[in-house]
């Protein structure tokens, strides 16, 4: 599927590409204001505490994301995130490129974050988090949403 032989009349009627030039076309505009601090005083459902993410370890086989013949390569990108948050300003970058490449090589993907807000879903990305209380954990949901989405790649 990935191939680079498309006429302009092709990259045109692809609702996948456009899908992707969307999210390049509102990755050029500022990033939101977090008004959380400013509301919480007012509503004390606007707050920073946010609940505990906790990864089951599955006793059976995790249920594979459907691959047929017409569907898209997937490619996994893995943010190194765990302890900092990634920029705003880095992440506008990173979203250009992320979706250039999913125009350019005709595919799909997905952005898989240790944060609750990785900042790639403002633009549209599939975000994933990975949960866990210990590495060990956090390596087994990683594999399994690899697993789920199918990825051949990961970045």
């Not at 490129?97 to 240790?114: G, N, W």
Request: aromatic share 6%; with cysteine.
């Amino acid at each position: 599927m990935m191939t680079a032989l498309r006429t302009d009349k092709s990259f045109l009627a692809d609702k996948a590409t456009q899908d992707w030039v969307s999210i390049i076309m509102r990755a050029s505009v500022e990033c939101p204001a977090d008004l959380d601090d400013l509301l919480v005083k007012q509503n004390n459902l606007a707050h920073k505490n946010v609940g505990r993410a906790i990864f089951h370890e599955a006793e059976m086989p995790v249920l594979l994301k459907s691959t047929g013949a017409s569907q898209r390569a997937t490619i996994a990108v893995v943010l190194d995130d765990a302890t900092t948050r990634i920029s705003d300003k880095e992440s506008i970058d990173l979203a250009v490129r992320y979706a250039a490449l999913a125009i350019e090589k005709e595919c799909d993907l997905v952005i898989m974050s240790h944060q609750n807000n990785a900042g790639f879903e403002r633009f549209g990305f599939r975000v994933e988090r990975i949960a866990g209380e210990t590495d060990a954990q956090r390596k087994a949901c990683l594999d399994q949403l690899i697993d789920f989405w199918g990825a051949q790649i990961v970045i």
